[in-house]
């Protein structure tokens, strides 16, 4: 990847970019007090979502084009701190088959991590974005963002949400089934509402029993069909004006306003069909568009990390509570595993570090006890790949699962091979330290003493203990032998002394 370089003119800048199923955003921002300045903005509609092939692959062409934006966008990173960047891709990416080679071009072409992010955490960055953009009060908010391929619903008071969701209906992919192939009629402007009305109905008890103060539009969608009701300056959606729009649309065949772009126009009808289902769904008169979303979240997020307030921090210590992990046992398990880690030295996988996955890992080794002793590691595998969990990326929840589920017994080398081959190495190291963890902590007591792990340069593990300590902790002892007969099996050679 290319390295980027920060001067100090920039040191206090934030990036993001937000690879969705219709646009390539970069925002370039930085802060001023509790508020975020805009330095720079950039945005392509490479519409990626109308790239999926029959077989759910990203095809070659589409590939090619977006390439071409990250590499463009790859110039206005370059004097960022690497740091202060965050990519990620949504629900295209989180479909596509073909989703993991593509990505590894992309990070060489933008020169940072893409992480791949769940329909959930999209919803709560794009919350995130719009609540810190607007005044702190109390009021009950329900935010909407339509995008290429999903759409996110968003129930939050202040600065929390409290119902998140995200739907697989999007402006780009309802536009492809139903005004792809000639004019927009009344018939296929009626079988695109019908389409979407279908996707909201599960969700819309549930939200109007929830209820709101306010309902908030977000998206280029949004802010699109907002300026063809000429309410650009106002700022709002009203039920009038949608229909007079609908109607106008259907009359002309086409969106014929000559300032939104081609592609905007091209994908809008269904656009102003999703909204018209939203208006009849949740009984909404008005929608006030919000001109912040998703890359506002991402910096937010950045920020906050910078600030020790990882919201992927909170998320592991809320499931620990929920799924009551031994505190004590958690701790002691997390430390040692640390400890390990540390010393050998192993780098950042995607911008997170090695210490604190195992960290992680080691605060919620024991989460599937919940549910039964017996393979607790194989539930507590299944528990965390199957969770919202906020502020993770799906990559980073992955090697969350597959270190929890790697604990103990044989280790599955399926796992490991499924994350890119850069990264399998350390994160085996990683592995090792927790399952050496594991071990030494099972009299679930504090240890009285400081066993060191090293990695020697031909590659093998040495884990030394004090003199005469195996032989008074015999179990121990027979539990490492057979650890490092496991180990071997799977290409590790760990030597105990």
Known sequence: MTASTSTSATANYYAAVDLGSNSFHLLVAKVVGNRLEVVDRHKEMVQIARGL???????????????????????????????????V?????????????????????????????????????????????????????????????????????????????????????????????????????????????????????????????????????MRAAAELMDAKDQGLITRTNLDNIIQQTILDGEVLNGEVPKLRRDVLP???????????????????????????????????????????????????????????QRE?????????????????????????????????????????HNGFHKHGYYLLRHHDMSGFSRYEQHMLAALVRLQRSAIKTSLINELAPHNRNDFMCMVVALRLAVILCRGREALDINPTLALQSNGELTLALPKDWLEKHPLSAINLHNEAEELLLAGVKLNVS
């Open 89 to 221: 891709g949504t629900k295209t990416l989180r479909a596509a088959r073909n989703a993991d080679k593509f990505l590894r071009k992309a990070e060489e072409a933008l020169g940072h991590p893409i992480n791949i992010i769940s329909g959930f955490e999209e919803a709560r960055l794009v919350y995130q974005g719009v609540v810190r953009s607007l005044e702190d009060n109390s009021q009950k908010r329900l935010v909407i963002d339509i995008g290429g391929a999903s759409t996110e619903f968003i129930i939050g008071e202040g600065r929390g949400p409290r119902l998140l969701e995200s739907l697989n209906l999007g402006c780009v992919t309802l536009a492809e089934r139903h005004f792809k192939f000639g004019p927009v009629t009344k018939s296929r402007m009626e079988a695109a509402y019908i389409s979407a009305s279908a996707a909201i109905e599960p969700i819309a008890r549930a939200y109007k029993a929830f209820g709101w103060d306010i309902a908030l539009g977000t998206s280029g969608t």
């Open 53 to 87: 092939d029959e077989r759910g692959n990203l095809a070659k062409e589409m590939q090619a084009e977006a390439i071409a934006v990250l590499l463009r966008i790859n110039e206005r990173l370059r004097d960022i701190a690497p740091e202060n960047i965050r990519a």
């Open 270 to 328: 269904a656009g102003l069909a999703i909204i018209k289902a939203l208006f009849d769904q949740l009984g909404l008169e008005q929608l006030h568009i919000a001109d912040v979303a998703l890359k506002e979240g991402l910096i937010f997020e950045i920020i906050g990390r910078e600030a020790n307030t990882d919201s992927r921090e909170d998320s592991v210590n809320r499931l620990a509570q929920t799924y009551q992990c031994d505190q004590a």
């Open 332 to 372: 002691r398990v997390a430390e040692l595993a640390v400890n390990f880690t540390t010393q050998l030295q192993l780098a950042d996988i995607n911008d997170t570090k090695a210490t604190q996955l195992v960290a992680w890992a080691g605060t919620l080794h024991e989460i599937g006890l919940h549910i039964s």
